[in-house]
T-cell receptor, first 113, second 117 residues
């Protein structure tokens, strides 16, 4: 079975700081990888996804993530965060062709103006 | 158009009561998923429907949990004889097509927060 580890539980940054949130997964086969974001009081929204091709994927709002297969990692990055990025971020993985997503425990990001 | 709608938004139940949680997916979405999110955790898969067929219920924690989607649209998650450990946010998600999730992102509802006292 797949599992996902997000090592940072709570990250606090000042505006304009750079962001990198770690995500590691365990599964030996082909995977699809996702980052979801949950803004305060809102539903989970897809931020970006990787399923094949260029391992550097770009998502909405200036976010990007890089799939490093040898490290089983899919870290999320943003060069300059804004106060509006304050949210909870979830990394998720599914085995290619499977039905369900396995989520990490989430990282709460607080951006201080 | 409208997103995934879940009701009620909040539910308080006494231990031993039965509860029913409703999900209205986005119109035309074939796939429907239920997830359970405990406090401080990520969502955990419960069950999956493709139209009216429940294809995977491997995540249901016990036989007290039951889900249905009789007409392939609205779905109901029922929990019988609720226990305190059932307290969580129950999320519903839908997606458009049958293909692998990488090609059809999940659209989540706001969830139902269940508190069992």
């Amino acid at each position: 079975a797949q599992s996902v580890s997000q090592h940072n539980h709570h990250v606090i940054l000042s505006e304009a700081a750079s962001l990198e949130l770690g995500c590691n997964y365990s599964y030996g086969g082909t995977v699809n990888l996702f980052w979801y974001v949950q803004y305060p009081g809102q539903h989970l929204q897809l931020l970006l996804k990787y399923f094949s091709g260029d391992p550097l994927v770009k998502g909405i709002k200036g976010f990007e993530a890089e799939f490093i297969k040898s490290k089983f990692s899919f870290n999320l990055r943003k060069p300059s965060v804004q106060w509006s990025d304050t949210a909870e971020y979830f990394c998720a993985v599914n085995a290619a062709g499977a039905n369900n997503l396995f989520f990490g425990t989430g990282t709460r990001l607080t951006v201080i103006p | 158009g409208a997103g995934v709608s879940q009701s009620p938004r909040y539910k308080v139940a006494k231990r031993g009561q039965d509860v029913a949680l409703r999900c209205d997916p986005i119109s035309g979405h074939v796939s429907l998923f239920w997830y359970q999110q405990a406090l401080g955790q990520g969502p955990e898969f419960l069950t999956y429907f493709q139209n009216e067929a429940q294809l995977d219920k491997s995540g249901l924690p016990s036989d007290r949990f039951f889900a249905e989607r009789p007409e392939g649209s609205v779905s109901t998650l029922k929990i019988q004889r609720t226990q305190q450990e059932d307290s969580a946010v129950y999320l519903c998600a839908s997606s458009l097509v049958l293909a692998g999730l990488g090609y059809s992102p999940l659209h989540f509802g706001n969830g139902t927060r269940l508190t069992v006292t």
